[in-house]
């Protein structure tokens, strides 16, 4: 299938772009169309993060999903992982506008399956190959402002009463007060949980100071969030709290830090809720998935303890699929998507941190001394090469260099390289227990990859 440059192809999850440029008002309500198309149900419930573009974009999509005769419930400004929960109660299918952790001026729309599921691949291929078709016919025909019709931006819509069921729900998962006593810091990334999130943990018993709580369309994950957690590791430590908890855009992911400022990754926040869980029956079959981006020392930690680990490529949706070929309960990503199976249907940033502070507090020790306890890391280094397009055959042209190191590492260290779902880059993660070689195998990779490839740096 060709694909217009003009239009935007699904990636490692959903479909993301700069917001007016490459993800227009066309591309959204083709894709809108599409996925009523495909995904059975007549209601579709559609959930927005705080970026000043999601009013537009949600016009647009519900109109996309209207003329092929869906009826559109509006969730409001809300987490991902509540528009999964209230599409798994409610056995529909759904769509969040998000572009996760992206800057402002990207914007992104990911689908769920009735019942809060994410796409398998097949039907995303389903969907892809006539949003396309959709999408090339409305570009040929339209006229004027792309985003005519983007309607006010209003983050003080609140969520929809639906939702409060969800919030609700990672509550009852952990005891009644569960942290009462524990002083934390949340930051939201001035995105979709933050008027939500710090309820969550006032409501089990922790006094919460919160930050990344003020929105206004173009400051989400701007210095603040999971992938700015320095901000919230200064807070943590001055304020004298006992841990924090970053939050993405939409809220999917965690990133928590110890009372010390350290950061505790996917990887920890993973180690640690998987030993949890097995000592207490709750880790079905011992067995825990991952991404081939997890760390070689989670993999060691896991093997002393007795559990046992699946891989999959990157990606939520690939553990998911895993967790629930293999009826099993917890899964996860080192970036901090961490899957609850037993109590989501897909990532929940905000769950997973209640999860990870109610082992804290039931087990009566520092985040800071059980974090470390969990796993010794393994020197990793992730590079990036820019490529003129995404290409993905890139990382197999570079194969034979990549099999070539790998056999010089042994059982020491490993390599993955992969094109990105969303960019067009080669990314090169290099592990070897000395720092040094791995420095040395990285750059040995990057020149390779930048020789065969070429690179738009």
Not at 58 to 83: F, H, I, K, N, Y
Not at 126 to 153: F, H, P, W
Request: include cysteine.
């Amino acid at each position: 299938m060709v694909v217009p440059p003009s239009i935007p192809t699904f990636g490692t999850d959903g479909v993301r772009g700069r917001a007016g440029h490459e993800l227009t008002a066309t591309a959204a309500e083709a894709l809108g169309r599409a996925a009523a198309e495909f995904l059975p149900g007549s209601r579709f419930v559609i959930g927005s993060d705080t970026r000043e573009s999601g009013p537009w974009l949600q016009t647009a999509l519900s109109r996309g999903l209207r003329s092929a005769g869906s009826e559109v419930v509006d969730l409001g400004v809300v987490p991902t992982p509540a528009v999964a929960w209230v599409a798994a109660q409610q056995s529909v299918p759904a769509a969040m506008i998000s572009a996760s952790h992206n800057p402002y001026h990207d914007n992104g729309i990911k689908l769920f399956a009735a019942g809060g599921l994410k796409l398998r691949d097949d039907l995303e291929a389903e969907i892809q190959a006539r949003y396309v078709e959709v999408a090339t016919a409305l570009a040929a025909a339209a006229s004027g402002d792309d985003r005519s019709d983007a309607g006010d931006l209003r983050f003080d819509r609140g969520p929809s009463p639906a939702v409060d069921g969800w919030a609700d729900a990672v509550v009852a998962s952990v005891g009644e007060d569960a942290l009462a006593g524990m002083r934390i810091v949340v930051d939201c990334a001035n995105g979709a949980a933050h008027g939500v999130a710090p309820e969550i943990f006032r409501r089990l018993g922790a006094d919460v100071a919160a930050i990344g709580v003020s929105p206004d369309g173009t400051n989400i994950n701007d210095g603040v969030g999971s992938t700015a957690p320095q901000t919230l590791a200064t807070t943590v430590v001055e304020a004298g709290a006992d841990a924090g908890l970053a939050f993405d855009g939409d809220a999917d992911r965690l990133i928590a830090v110890d009372g010390s400022g350290r950061l505790v990754d996917g990887d920890r926040v993973i180690g640690l809720l998987a030993t949890d869980w097995a000592a207490t029956d709750r880790l079905r079959d011992n067995t825990v998935v991952v991404t081939v981006m997890t760390n070689l020392g989670f993999h060691r930690a896991m093997a002393e303890a007795g559990i046992k680990v699946i891989s999959t490529a990157v990606g939520d949706r690939y553990v998911l699929a895993a967790l629930d070929d293999h009826h099993l309960s917890l899964g996860g990503e080192q970036s901090g998507h961490v899957i609850c199976r037993d109590l989501a249907t897909t990532g929940d940033g905000i769950l997973a941190g209640v999860q990870l502070l109610d082992v804290v507090a039931r087990r009566g020790e520092p985040l800071a001394v059980m974090a470390e306890d969990i796993m010794t890391t393994v020197p990793q280094l992730l590079r990036n090469v820019t490529l003129a397009a995404r290409n993905p055959d890139a990382a197999a042209i570079i194969a034979p260099q990549v099999a070539a190191v790998e056999e010089r590492f042994g059982d020491d260290g490993r390599v993955v390289v992969r094109s990105s779902g969303t960019e067009p880059l080669l990314r090169i993660m290099v592990e070897h227990v000395d720092q040094a070689t791995a420095e040395a195998a990285c750059t040995e990779l990057v020149d390779h990859a930048t020789r065969l490839l070429g690179s738009a740096d």
